[in-house]
Structures are given as C-alpha cells and as structure tokens.
C-alpha cells in the first residue's frame, strides 16, 4: 500500500476501523446464543404499533429479566397472551434462538465482504497512482 496518498490511507484505515462494528455485533450476538437461557413470558406483553414488544420472563436462580423481546409480531388482540415461550437473558430476549446465530452469521460474512471489498479497492488505487 505504498503507493497510496496519506490521505488514502487514512480513508482505509477508517473503513477498516468502520468494519469492526458488525463484528461486535456478531460477537454480541453469539454470546447471546451461549449465554442465554429457555424461560416464559411472565404477565402480559405489551407490543407497540409497528414496534418492539415489551415484557417480563424469570431467569433461573429466581432472577427476573425485563426489556424488549426480539421476534415476536402481535395484532392488538393478541396481547393479552402469557407464557410466551422465549430465550433470554436479563434484559433482552428472543422469540427464536436460532435467529442469534443466523444474525451472527450474517454480520461476520457482511464484515468479510466489506473487507474483502475495502482491501480491493485500495489494492487497484495504490497500483494505478
């Protein structure tokens, strides 16, 4: 990459450093798919309009988790539904497990792509200068 100017290079390493964001992603999510645990809704889940669902479930050991449940698509009426089943942590949970791993794995290639890309093209620009 010698023949690139400084501020190429600058433009890459912040491409580079851009890239590292969907890894922490994927990291998240698959220590999420390790880390979590089966478990039920507790009480009613609260769904807005178009947007996250919200509710509680107990974790093992009588710890209780609340916050936004991932994958869950309710009308008005189905609201009043209890014990959805969920897999979760204490303060994020998942309708599905599996759809940690599909995301991570999502991310990772994404993040492989993207660099793949970046190097490319800063390979073809530093041999053209």
């Given at each position: 990459m010698k023949g690139?100017?400084?501020?190429?290079?600058?433009?890459?390493?912040?491409?580079?450093?851009?890239l590292a964001v969907p890894l922490w992603f994927a990291a998240r999510n698959t220590y999420r798919?390790?880390?979590?645990?089966?478990?039920?809704?507790e009480g009613y889940v609260h769904c807005d309009w178009g947007g996250p669902c919200r509710g509680t479930w107990q974790l093992p050991g009588g710890r209780q988790g609340r916050?936004?449940?991932?994958g869950l698509t309710f009308q008005d009426d189905e609201e009043l539904v209890t014990?959805?089943?969920l897999y979760a942590g204490k303060d994020?949970?998942?309708a599905d497990r599996?759809?940690?791993l599909v995301h991570a794995a999502l991310e990772s290639?994404?993040?492989a792509i993207g660099t793949a890309l970046v190097l490319t093209v800063?390979?073809?620009?530093?041999?053209?200068l």
């Open positions: 690139l100017k400084r501020w190429h290079r600058v433009v890459l390493a912040v491409c580079l450093g851009a798919f390790v880390a979590g645990h089966r478990t039920a809704t916050g936004d449940i991932e014990g959805i089943p994020w949970a998942v599996s759809d940690l290639g994404g993040t800063a390979w073809i620009r530093s041999r053209d």
